[in-house]
Structure formats: C-alpha cells, structure tokens
C-alpha cells in the first residue's frame, strides 16, 4: 500500500515567518482572555489558541520541510509536522480535538482545557520562533 498523499504548498523561511506572525498575533488574543472568568472567554482564548497552533505548525513545516499541509483536515497538518517531531505533531493533534468545541460549540469548556491549549500553542509557537532563526 503506498504512503497517503497529502495537499501541500511549497515555502520556505520568508512564508514561514508570515505564517509564525499570524501565529503569534492569534496567540497574543489568546493570551489576552487567559485569566479572564467572563462567560466564553475560555472557548474564544481556546480557539485563537488552536489558530495559533496550525499558523505555527506551518511555521514550522515551510522552515523544516520547505512545504505545509495546504488541505482542510488539520490532522493531517500535523502528520506533516510529525516529521519534524512526533511531540510537536501531538500537540496540534491536542488543539485540534478543539476546534469544533470552542469555535463552534455550544457549551462551555473549562480553565483546565484553557491552560492545555494554551501550553499546546506556546509550544509550537516557541518551535516555530527556533526553526525560523
């Protein structure tokens, strides 16, 4: 059986950097709403947080592997990533299983899941900083 064959953009270091500033804007947002209690401040913290992570994984990916996923299933973004590093693939595998419930779900998630995802994104985030030096 052959390996599954995913969409994928070339880039390089200059896409990279694009993609980890989008990153880190989406990152800041969330870090605006990290102790905030307000009702759906956790969902709109955990969702900028799962943009953070993909823009950074692709980050990673232009700067490592010089292409990204390009299609709609994310988890597939962090098969691409998974060749940089399983633990980086897992974390936006992590913050994927997120996406539906805090941008578009209709109950409240919790502060633990908060500081998860946050944890989840700066860490990407952080890789994507390294591998674009």
């Known amino acids: 059986m052959s390996p599954k064959k995913?969409?994928?953009?070339?880039?390089?270091?200059?896409?990279g950097r694009r993609r980890l500033n989008i990153a880190a804007q989406y990152?800041?947002?969330?870090?605006?709403?990290?102790?905030?209690?307000?009702?759906?401040?956790i969902n709109a913290?955990?969702?900028?947080?799962?943009?953070?992570?993909?823009?950074?994984?692709d980050a990673v990916c232009y700067a490592r592997l010089g292409e990204r996923y390009s299609g709609p299933d994310h988890d597939q973004a962090a098969d691409g990533l998974d060749r940089v590093d399983k633990e980086l693939g897992s974390a936006l595998r992590s913050l994927n299983r997120l996406k539906t419930k805090s941008q578009y779900g209709d109950e409240w998630l919790t502060d633990?899941?908060?500081?998860?995802?946050?944890?989840?994104?700066?860490?990407?985030?952080?890789?994507?900083?390294?591998?674009l030096r």
């Open 6 to 15: 995913h969409r994928t953009s070339a880039g390089g270091p200059a896409e």
């Open 27 to 41: 990152l800041a947002l969330a870090g605006m709403l990290e102790d905030d209690p307000s009702d759906g401040a």
């Open 45 to 57: 913290c955990i969702g900028n947080c799962v943009l953070a992570g993909i823009a950074a994984a």
């Open 112 to 131: 633990s899941t908060r500081k998860s995802a946050l944890r989840g994104a700066r860490a990407l985030v952080k890789e994507a900083e390294a591998s």
